[in-house]
């Protein structure tokens, strides 16, 4: 099932830390939060990713064309310094499609983009690509073609810091609570869909706006409510709460660190075969 990832935002509230690069680029520990995005779609077996490019969109080109799998994967090197040997690999196995969708267009704008490269997919995944989860994605997946709908996305509940307030009539207060105690759910992000989205995306539409209100209308989009982990990456503050959460070694979207967690997951007790990649030293970028 392809993967859509939506990389082409100018990502204005969290400038501190995206200046000079598209937000999708920004950094969680030593790879750009898009880089885990695609990590954890390609640990439930979805490898197929199409990106959709707009701000500074050749950082994004450059970086896979040059990737570098020493960066988070452990090597030897041999005879003399000529040679690395990588013991797995990132990337080696990913197909990654990148299309130029417009610096200025909407979500969906961008999606109906990307649509001539859906060819022969029913279903097909896509992703804001600034949020991360450890919710198991088979499981939104399988919901989605039991209840047959067109569309459906992860609904969680908001990590914001600020409070939800209830008041009386005349100003009085009734309650105060955090935006992670309510019972406020929002779009998480994580979307499935069916190929028939397109006939509901006009010109011009955002995806959540128009599109989104005709399947309402009609019963065609579905959420699933996840109370577990997720959070998004808006804010500086945000970015280092996940950094804080990967220098720990305490990041629950690394499912691909655990074992036994993907869909496809090996025998229980079953040893984990590692995939080695040997590279001439002189192809190596550090």
């Given at each position: 099932m392809k993967v859509v990832l939506f990389c082409g935002g100018l990502g204005m509230r969290i400038r501190e830390?995206?200046?000079?690069?598209?937000?999708?680029?920004v950094h969680v520990g030593d790879r750009p939060i898009l880089w885990h995005v695609m990590k954890y779609y390609a640990h439930f077996g979805h490898?197929?990713?199409?990106?959709?490019?707009?701000?500074?969109?050749e950082v994004i080109k450059n970086y896979f064309v040059n990737y570098n799998?020493?960066?988070?994967?452990?090597?030897?090197?041999?005879?003399?310094?000529?040679?690395?040997?990588?013991?797995?690999?990132?990337?080696?196995?990913?197909?990654?499609?990148?299309?130029?969708?417009?610096?200025?267009?909407?979500?969906?704008?961008?999606?109906?983009?990307?649509?001539?490269?859906?060819q022969g997919e029913e279903t097909f995944l896509a992703n804001y690509s600034d949020n991360l989860t450890d919710f198991h994605?088979?499981?939104?997946?399988?919901?989605?073609?039991?209840?047959?709908?067109?569309?459906?996305?992860?609904?969680?509940?908001?990590?914001?810091?600020?409070?939800?307030?209830?008041?009386?009539?005349?100003?009085?207060?009734?309650?105060?609570?955090?935006?992670?105690?309510?019972?406020?759910?929002?779009?998480?992000?994580?979307?499935?869909?069916k190929r028939s989205i397109f006939d509901y995306i006009k010109d011009g539409e955002e995806l959540v706006q128009e599109p989104f209100h005709r399947?309402?209308?009609?019963?065609?989009?579905?959420?699933?409510?996840?109370?577990?982990?997720?959070?998004?990456?808006?804010?500086f503050k945000e970015k280092q709460e996940l950094d804080d959460?990967?220098?720990k070694n305490r990041a629950p979207w690394e499912l691909w660190k655990r074992q036994n967690t993907a869909s496809t997951a090996p025998?229980?007790?079953?040893?984990?075969?590692a995939s080695v990649h040997t590279y001439p030293l002189e192809s190596v970028k550090i």
């Amino acid at each position: 099932m392809k993967v859509v990832l939506f990389c082409g935002g100018l990502g204005m509230r969290i400038r501190e830390a995206s200046e000079n690069v598209p937000k999708p680029m920004v950094h969680v520990g030593d790879r750009p939060i898009l880089w885990h995005v695609m990590k954890y779609y390609a640990h439930f077996g979805h490898k197929d990713f199409i990106l959709c490019l707009g701000y500074q969109s050749e950082v994004i080109k450059n970086y896979f064309v040059n990737y570098n799998e020493f960066m988070s994967n452990d090597f030897v090197l041999s005879n003399g310094g000529k040679d690395l040997r990588v013991f797995n690999s990132d990337i080696h196995d990913w197909t990654i499609t990148f299309v130029n969708t417009g610096v200025n267009a909407n979500i969906g704008q961008r999606l109906k983009a990307v649509e001539p490269y859906l060819q022969g997919e029913e279903t097909f995944l896509a992703n804001y690509s600034d949020n991360l989860t450890d919710f198991h994605l088979p499981k939104l997946i399988e919901r989605f073609h039991e209840q047959d709908k067109t569309a459906a996305f992860l609904c969680v509940r908001p990590s914001l810091t600020c409070h939800y307030v209830s008041m009386a009539d005349g100003g009085l207060i009734q309650e105060i609570k955090t935006m992670g105690d309510c019972d406020l759910l929002i779009n998480g992000g994580y979307f499935v869909f069916k190929r028939s989205i397109f006939d509901y995306i006009k010109d011009g539409e955002e995806l959540v706006q128009e599109p989104f209100h005709r399947l309402i209308q009609e019963k065609r989009l579905m959420g699933y409510a996840y109370n577990g982990f997720w959070k998004s990456m808006d804010t500086f503050k945000e970015k280092q709460e996940l950094d804080d959460l990967r220098s720990k070694n305490r990041a629950p979207w690394e499912l691909w660190k655990r074992q036994n967690t993907a869909s496809t997951a090996p025998p229980e007790n079953a040893p984990e075969k590692a995939s080695v990649h040997t590279y001439p030293l002189e192809s190596v970028k550090i």
